[in-house]
């Protein structure tokens, strides 16, 4: 059974701090994203890759943010500096960029920044 | 760029009521459609999806959505929940023939009385 995996699972961290989330998209597929969830703003997406290659991070603070695939199999967002306001689940998703498009979620990473 | 619309935030039912979850598009193009359904404290996990053919979708769980392209909508239902029915829903939509990017509706928060 085939998933999405992101690590850590939760994170607990100070204001000013860095953090780097991961996630191993599904074996083959060829779209990752990443999203932020937050009661206020709801599902927001920050960026997403194709073949590896960003496509669009306009949801991304960039002066803090940052979202990499190093290769197939790893994909990692970055922040830093964190903020208070950084506090959120985090989501990764990979997809194939035919077909019907749906895409498959992994367990998020709960960010709390203090 | 496409948006989605869901009008309910929050919906109370007994168990065995019927639901009916609405969403509205806005696109020009041919899209595909989807509902997720978010567990409390879970990741998000896709319930069906359109993308040609045959309007009326079953997905798991014994959920079913019409879509209904002269009115935009593609609307969720149930003949009889149960209280683990309770999540929040999200209905998506991508553009088809896209790099698959998913535009989210901002979530429909479902609570079943036992």
């Known amino acids: 059974d085939a998933r999405v995996t992101q690590t850590p699972r939760h994170k607990v961290t100070e204001m000013g701090q860095e953090v780097t989330m991961r996630c191993q998209p599904i074996?083959?597929?060829?779209?990752v994203f990443w999203y932020r969830q937050t009661m206020m703003q709801g599902l927001e997406l920050l960026a997403y890759f194709r073949n590896r290659a960003p496509l669009d991070d306009s949801g991304m603070p960039k002066d803090r943010f940052s979202a990499e695939m190093p290769d197939a199999t790893l994909a990692t967002l970055k922040i830093q500096p964190s903020e208070p306001r950084d506090s959120a689940v985090y989501f990764c998703?990979?997809?194939?960029?035919?077909?019907?498009?749906?895409?498959?979620f992994g367990p998020g990473t709960r960010l709390t920044v203090t | 760029a496409q948006s989605v619309s869901q009008h309910n935030h929050h919906v109370i039912l007994s168990e065995a009521a019927s639901l009916e979850l609405g969403c509205n598009y806005s696109?020009?193009?041919?899209?595909?459609l989807f509902w997720y359904v978010q567990y409390p404290g879970q990741h998000l996990q896709l319930l069906l999806k359109y993308f040609s053919g045959d309007p009326l979708v079953k997905g798991i769980k014994g959920f079913e959505a019409e879509f209904i392209k002269s009115k935009f909508s593609f609307n969720l239902r149930k003949p009889s929940v149960q209280w683990s029915d309770t999540a929040e829903y999200f209905c998506a939509v991508s553009p088809s023939g896209s790099a698959r990017q998913l535009t989210f509706g901002s979530g429909t928060q479902l609570t079943v009385l036992p």
């Open positions: 998703a990979s997809g194939f960029d035919t077909g019907t498009g749906e895409q498959y």
């Open positions: 696109y020009g193009g041919t899209v595909n």
């Open positions: 074996l083959g597929h060829n779209t």
